[in-house]
């Protein structure tokens, strides 16, 4: 029965709805990871929370103002490892689920902030509440990349979109790109858009297309992310950066997405700074248009293989997906 | 049970043996089709037979040379319908049908060759026996493209073939190509040869890679096809075509495989004469290399749109094979 000690299955299943919840925040928690929780009680859900924009109140404290008086003696599945340091903005979230009364607590990843690391599952264990580590830690990590990789790397996790043609161009000799995909995967586009706290292009995508990059999803206007610039030159409404090792310095973002074009895409493959590639790809041929990528820095084949996985595809109406990650060997 | 009239489940699974075994011609026997047939009694399969080399025998005369005798009361089931017309490389296969005593006999497929073309199954039927027609029609016409696109459009069926990166590169800037794809893709690549009865490539593709363009399979090496060369200068051991029209004149080729190089592709794109792509993409990113294609002629991006559906894709190893056919609209 859910949330009794050592029903990994339900366990598991459990975790994978925090892990749901923890997406409703994705691109919009920074500096904090968009973490997931559910309290259950009896085999019934008596709690929901996420991070909420801007990183506060955490997932935990908003399940457990939910869950009320009834948290005592109940389960809490949570995504990251509740932190130990309280703040200005709420108090610590290990101390709370003590506070209430929860009985047992189920974590996916332990914290790396050096204020948390560990501090939590000890403070947990020393009021009695029961702890177990490490479920579904892999979705885990992935759910929370774009923190993660801003602690282990200094700056966003960085996603290259490209929509292309079998022939790999991303747009005819003339610059015509309108529409090479169809509808359903420009939609998807957009929603990785609100998934993003910022866009990048580079100037000569400005000036050909003067993009727009909001979302433009019903019921996500708001999740249009900040517009940045890879350019030496300022542009009114936009933030710039002159190289792409620049992007460490992008105060909340920790999720950057890169949608143009081949020369900015490039200079990012260049200086190694891909984490993972949106490949958008359209059932049709292109011959002699504009490729998708320049340059990028590649000695020799052999140097090509084994850099990418393929980790997520989709049939997007007659478009296929393919989601490609830094490979981790 | 099988064999039996109105057993329609039965009679598609036997037709999928036919069709297996007319695969075993395939890229042999031209200028005949290349067909498959089974002969059934009692559940029991009494004769196997396909098209040999050349076309002749046909694959009912070589199945009923199996069951002999047992073939009184049998089910014939054979992927396109018999022929009405004896020659002297062999007597026709309805006549034989019928003085071999078979009760039924379920095709796939009319013949369109105007000398049978619905009088195999007149003649059957006259004899007394049984004919259920368009059982697993699609397949059986896939199956003899070759055959059907030499009768329909007088000249051979033409695959693409490309190798392509995530990019769309088919080489790194300074032509290095080995390898982009892995083993597995590779081997996949010399069966397809082995499919067909010649290969094409461009001059460039000559001078610059002297690709012997065999067969390096096991137990298939004497498999290997003709090979053209489309250039206005002969070469010795290459028959020579100076346009892609001129693959009309290529006497006992039904299957014609274009393995490049870009010049060559888009020449054949270009004239609207490549009814097959077969991609075979690694998950890695050149970037700044050859292009898979020069210009195809495309005049907007709205005619791209709905020429090419996908019909078959898997992965082989860590590349992925995808299947393309000229979409039928």
Redesign the interface.
């Known amino acids: 029965m859910a949330g009794r000690s050592g029903d990994v299955g339900a366990d598991e299943r459990w975790m994978g709805a925090a892990l749901a919840l923890a997406e409703r925040g994705r691109g919009r928690t920074a500096p904090n990871p968009g973490v997931g929780c559910v309290i259950v009680k009896n085999g019934r859900v008596i709690g929901r929370g996420w991070t909420q924009p801007g990183g506060r109140p955490h997932a935990e404290a908003m399940a457990l103002t939910q869950a009320g008086e009834e948290a005592r003696g109940a389960t809490a599945y949570t995504t990251l490892e509740p932190c130990a340091h309280g703040s200005a903005r709420g108090p610590d979230c290990s101390g709370s689920l003590v506070a209430a009364g929860i009985g047992r607590t189920v974590i996916a990843l332990g914290d790396p902030d050096p204020r948390t690391n560990g501090r939590g599952i000890a403070r947990l264990r020393e009021a009695g509440v029961e702890v177990v580590d490490g479920i579904r830690a892999a979705e885990a990590r992935r759910s929370m990349a774009g923190f993660l990789t801003r602690r282990a790397r200094g700056r966003p996790i960085v996603t290259l979109k490209?929509a292309?043609?079998?022939?790999?161009?991303i747009a005819?000799?003339d610059g015509?790109?309108?529409?090479?995909t169809g509808p359903e995967a420009r939609a998807h586009g957009h929603l990785e858009r609100a998934r993003h706290e910022a866009i990048l292009v580079g100037r000569g995508t400005l000036l050909a297309d003067a993009p727009r990059l909001d979302v433009r999803l019903r019921g996500l206007e708001d999740r249009s992310p900040r517009k940045i610039l890879l350019s030496l030159n300022p542009q009114s409404g936009w933030t710039s950066i002159p190289q792409p090792v620049n992007i460490a310095s992008l105060a909340g973002v920790d999720h950057l997405l890169i949608e143009g074009g081949a020369q900015a895409a490039?200079s990012f493959?260049r200086a190694d700074l891909v984490d993972r590639?949106l490949?958008y790809r359209?059932?049709?041929?292109?011959?002699?248009g504009k490729?998708?990528?320049?340059?990028?820095?590649?000695a020799?084949?052999a140097d090509?293989?084994g850099?990418?996985?393929?980790t997520d595809a989709r049939m997007l109406g007659r478009d296929r997906l393919?989601v490609?990650e830094r490979a981790s060997n």
Request: charged share 15%; proline share 5%; glycine share 12%.
């Open positions: 490209l292309l043609s079998l022939d790999g161009c005819m000799a015509e790109s309108r529409w090479i490039s493959l590639l490949l359209a059932p049709l041929l292109i011959g002699g490729p998708a990528l320049g340059d990028i820095g590649l020799s084949l090509a293989h850099r990418w996985e393929l393919e490609y």
